[in-house]
Every structure is written in structure tokens, then in C-alpha cells.
């Protein structure tokens, strides 16, 4: 054996060994031979995507690669044949979603044109100077308010003045656009735009400015009762259409009441709740109908406040979720503090209550197996010892069941093989942590890390509206481009994961799992029978 002969045989062997540490190796029994074909295949097909579709140009996109800027790439991702298997694939749990920033802001102003009540208006009189900076706002009033113009393009518009939507829509400026320029308009200000995260707002703490501003002009439109059916009932289909069989939504409880359908700020949290178990009830019915009720599992409610409230002002809450735990129990699922974590106050602040609501559960009555779980967002952020960052110490103190992002785990050994040792799974959000500038691209995203130094992970999207990446196949999309290793067994690990760091019980568990391991191996039948049907 030449020494080169000896190298390479060394080398052969540091590969293997180093691969078979991966997770997809290390629960390489799990899958059957189908899979492992159908994995072949999907690597040969990224290998010629690679070069057929990411390494040439594009229209408005000079320098695309796989995992690139998930904004700029999504029409590229479109034409993938990656991507459109992918959406195929069972995907198991969703256990990271802000519910009320789900349904993309097309179909949200179609659902607010329903409604009569529905009113908008600008900071100043909108023209073609005046519409990329113009601030509007949206809200439901009751029948009695009188309208004093009926377009935001009038010269004698003035700012601040309400205009019913469908007016406003109806009587938008031809020179602007007409209808069509206004629906491009009002649904670009529902989300975060290419420009907003690669341009002007390209940083992680100015990012979050555009997220604010969308997110809280998306309020009083999905916070209106009549709409807060529909958008459940949207998203619950266009998520169940995506492969994922069950869901754990988080909802903003921080205001304390919605707009009912009289225009007044009336309908309080058990409402939310009772709509939100309503439309499941009819989602269910109707997925019944069609024979297919077996494939969904169900959702549950993650209960959220915005880390901004005094700590005092947590008591309130606090008691308010075991208030709707003894109402709606087979619903609330957990407890969470959301907001910017850079800014916003730590877990910390919130000590002396967050460490007394068990014993606040039992005084009220809860019994200990119904007791609320903390599932904390911490460690959104790409700093090191930084107060965001130091939310994962509380975070795991405190006895979180997941951590919400957990992008600078990383970084703290100690916490990493904690939450390894306790099943700590992590609630990564790819394309959410690139879009909210934490990553530049996929392949600098520290998932990979994770997942191969055996960190449970689920992932997630986070927000949808605002990213435009409904469902979780843009997110399994960006995990697999990214990477020349990782393939579809990791895929089907996490998808199968997802459903054991739920919420739900170790029965409901079983029960979904095997229906899940059924569907995928539908999948991997599928994957394989189709390319041998091209291939002859
Ligand atoms: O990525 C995130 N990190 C922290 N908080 C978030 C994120 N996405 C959404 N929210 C919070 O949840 C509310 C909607 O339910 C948003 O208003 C925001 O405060």
C-alpha cells in the first residue's frame, strides 16, 4: 500500500466515522430500505438542482445558491423539484407559530372586504410621493360612526380620518394603480418585504421595527371577531394542505379583549378561545367528510404575553391561563413571554412569578398532571452573554419543556447537553432567523450544529405572514439545500420528533406517530415509484 493508498484509506474511514455520529446515522434503524432509496434520490436530485437551477442566473436575482436569502430565492425554490416533493412530505407537529401572524396579507384584506365595519385610514393624504412612507391602520367601528371622506387620495383627505375599507379600496386613485394597487399596497404593509430585510432595515435590531409595524397593523384586523373565525379556519387548512397533521399555536393574550362584530372592544380571552374550538370542531366535521379525518391530529394553544407587561401586571395573566385551562382544558397547552428579547424585559424580571405559578395552579385547583408547562422563547439573538441570550438559563431553570428559537444555544455547552439529557427540544426557525437577520443565509445557520450534536429540534415558522413561508416546507426546504450531508432521513427524524416534544399525551403520541410512519411511508413510495416511472 502506497502512503497516499494509506491516507485515503484513513481518510475513508474519518468520514465514515465522523457521518455515522449524524443523526440520521445514529437513527438509521428507524427507517426502512424505501426510505433510504428515496433518499437517494432526493440527493441526486439537489446534486442536479444545484447546477441546473441555483448555478445559473436569474431574473432579478444575479448570485442565487441553495439556502440563499429566503425572499429573494422563494421564486427560484418554486421551480425546484426538491421543493415540490418536499411538499409532499408528512411533517408531523408544528409547534412554533404565532397564530394571529399566519395568514398572508392577500387573503387577510379579501377576508376584512367582508365586513362592512372594516375601516382604514392613512397619516397623511396617500398620492404617489407620499404612498412608500405613508403609515395606515385598520379598524372595525361600530354602525353608528359616519364616515367624513370616502378616499385617502382626496386633496380634501385629511390625516388620521376613517374610511370605510371597501370605499377606500373602490375610490383608490386610478393614477395609483386602482384596486389592484391598492390590494399590492395594503399587502405589502401586512408583511416584511426583500427590501425591508436586505436593504433598509438589514440588521437584527432594525429588522424589528418592520416587524413591529406590520404586525401591529395586522392586529385590528385578525383581532376582530368575524375575521378571527375565518383566519383559523385558513390556517388551519393551508397547514393541514402542507403535511403537518397537528399544530401548537401560540395566541397574544396581551390585550385583553378583541372587537366583537357591534365595532366594540368587548369579546374577552374565553371568547378567542371558544371561537378557536369552534372552528376546530368544523374543520374536523368537514375533514370527516372527506374521509380524511384520520390524517389530523389536532391543535392546542400555546398562552402568550408580550415581555413588556409590569411583573404585576403577569399575576393578571398568569391567572387569567389557568382561568382558561379550567375552561378549555384539552386546549391550553403551555405558557410563553414573546417579544423582542434584545429589548424587551428577561425572563428574569419575572421571577417571583413565574417561579410561584405552580403552586398557583394547585391553589386554584388544577390538578398537578393538568398543570400548565412553560415553553419559553429564549436566545433569539445573535448575542453572546447578552441579556437575550441569558434567557436560556432562566429559561431551563425555570423547567421550560421547549425553548421558542433557542438560535445562541450554541454557544453554552452546559445548556446544550442539558437540554439533551432532559429532551429539551428546540423550536428552531430557519427562515424566521434569516429574514429577522440572526443568520445571513442557511448555510451559516447553527441548525446543523444542533441536530448533529444530538439537540432535539422542531422545526418551525414562526410567522407566516410576515415571512411567507406557510406550512413548514419552505423551512424543510432551506435545511436540506443548505447542506451537501444532510438528506431526507434527517427530514423524517425531525418530522417524527416533532409529534414526541409535543404537548400531547404519551397515548395521543402513539396514536400519531404510527399514523405518521404510515404517511411517510406512502411518501417514500411515492418518491421511489415516480423516478423509476421517468427513469424508463
Ligand atoms: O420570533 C419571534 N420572537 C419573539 N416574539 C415573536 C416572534 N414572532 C412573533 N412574536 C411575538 O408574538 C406576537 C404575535 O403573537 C408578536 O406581536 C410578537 O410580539
Redesign the pocket.
Known amino acids: 500500500m502506497t502512503l497516499l493508498d494509506e491516507y485515503y484509506r484513513k481518510r475513508t474511514q474519518l468520514i465514515a466515522d465522523d457521518r455515522a455520529l449524524r443523526v440520521d446515522a445514529v437513527n438509521g434503524d428507524r427507517f426502512s430500505e424505501k426510505s433510504r432509496q428515496a433518499d437517494v434520490i432526493l440527493r441526486r436530485i439537489r446534486e442536479e438542482e444545484a447546477k441546473s437551477i441555483w448555478a445559473v442566473e436569474h431574473e432579478e436575482v444575479p448570485h442565487p445558491f441553495p439556502g440563499m436569502e429566503f425572499l429573494t430565492g422563494k421564486d427560484i425554490i418554486l421551480k425546484t423539484q426538491l421543493f415540490n416533493i418536499i411538499t409532499k412530505m408528512p411533517k408531523g407537529a408544528l409547534l412554533h407559530v404565532?397564530?394571529?401572524?399566519t395568514v398572508n396579507g392577500n387573503t387577510l384584506l379579501a377576508l376584512a372586504l367582508q365586513y362592512a365595519s372594516i375601516h382604514i385610514r392613512a397619516s397623511t393624504r396617500v398620492t404617489p410621493d407620499s404612498i412608500k412612507s405613508v403609515e395606515l391602520e385598520f379598524r372595525p367601528l361600530p354602525p353608528s360612526f359616519v364616515p367624513q371622506c370616502i378616499s385617502l387620495c382626496l386633496p380634501t383627505y385629511k390625516p388620521g380620518q376613517w374610511i370605510p375599507l371597501r370605499r377606500a379600496r373602490e375610490q383608490f386613485d386610478a393614477a395609483l394603480g386602482g384596486t389592484q394597487a391598492f390590494d399590492r399596497w395594503v399587502a405589502s404593509c401586512l408583511t416584511i418585504n426583500p427590501s425591508d430585510a436586505y436593504i433598509t432595515h438589514n440588521n437584527n435590531i432594525r429588522i424589528w421595527d418592520k416587524f413591529r409595524a406590520a404586525?401591529t397593523l395586522t392586529r385590528n384586523l385578525v383581532y376582530f371577531a368575524p375575521v378571527w373565525r375565518a383566519y383559523i379556519r385558513q390556517f388551519l387548512e393551508e397547514t393541514f394542505t402542507d403535511g403537518v397533521s397537528y399544530v401548537e399555536a401560540?395566541?397574544?393574550f396581551s390585550p385583553k379583549y378583541m372587537i366583537g362584530s357591534d365595532g366594540e372592544e368587548n369579546v374577552p380571552h374565553k371568547e378567542w378561545l371558544s371561537m378557536f374550538q369552534d372552528v376546530l370542531v368544523e374543520f374536523n366535521g368537514s375533514l370527516r367528510a372527506q374521509g380524511r379525518d384520520d390524517e389530523f391530529i389536532g391543535a392546542k394553544i400555546i398562552y402568550?404575553v408580550?415581555r413588556n407587561c409590569e411583573p404585576e401586571e403577569l399575576e393578571w395573566y398568569l391567572n387569567d391561563c389557568i382561568e382558561m385551562k379550567k375552561l378549555f382544558p384539552g386546549i391550553i397547552a403551555g405558557f410563553d413571554l414573546?417579544?423582542?428579547?434584545n429589548i424587551l424585559r428577561p425572563l428574569k424580571d419575572y421571577l417571583p412569578q413565574l417561579l410561584s405559578f405552580s403552586t398557583l395552579q394547585t391553589s386554584q385547583g388544577l390538578p398537578e398532571h393538568h398543570h400548565i408547562p412553560f415553553i419559553f422563547?429564549a436566545g433569539?439573538t445573535t448575542g453572546d452573554g447578552s441579556i437575550a441570550d441569558d434567557n436560556l438559563y432562566d429559561a431551563l431553570l425555570l423547567g421550560t419543556k421547549r425553548i421558542?428559537?433557542g438560535f445562541s444555544l450554541v454557544k453554552h455547552p452546559k445548556l446544550m447537553s442539558m437540554c439533551r439529557e432532559r429532551g429539551v427540544a428546540l423550536e428552531v426557525?430557519p427562515i424566521?432567523n434569516e429574514i429577522?437577520r440572526l443568520t445571513a443565509s442557511m448555510p451559516m445557520h447553527p441548525l446543523p450544529i444542533l441536530i448533529n450534536h444530538g439537540v432535539p429540534v422542531a422545526l418551525s415558522s414562526?410567522?407566516p405572514s410576515l415571512f411567507q413561508n406557510m406550512g413548514l416546507s419552505f423551512d424543510f426546504f432551506q435545511v436540506l439545500a443548505a447542506s451537501n450531508v444532510t438528506g431526507l432521513l434527517t427530514l423524517g427524524h425531525i418530522a417524527r420528533d416533532s409529534i414526541q416534544y409535543s404537548m400531547l399525551t404519551a397515548d395521543e403520541k402513539a396514536r400519531a406517530t404510527l399514523k405518521w410512519e404510515e404517511r411517510w411511508e406512502r411518501f417514500v413510495d411515492e418518491i421511489v415509484e415516480f423516478d423509476g416511472v421517468k427513469r424508463n
Open positions: 404565532h397564530l394571529d401572524l404586525a401560540r395566541i397574544n402568550t408580550i414573546v417579544g423582542d428579547e422563547h433569539e421558542g428559537h426557525c424566521s429577522l414562526d410567522d
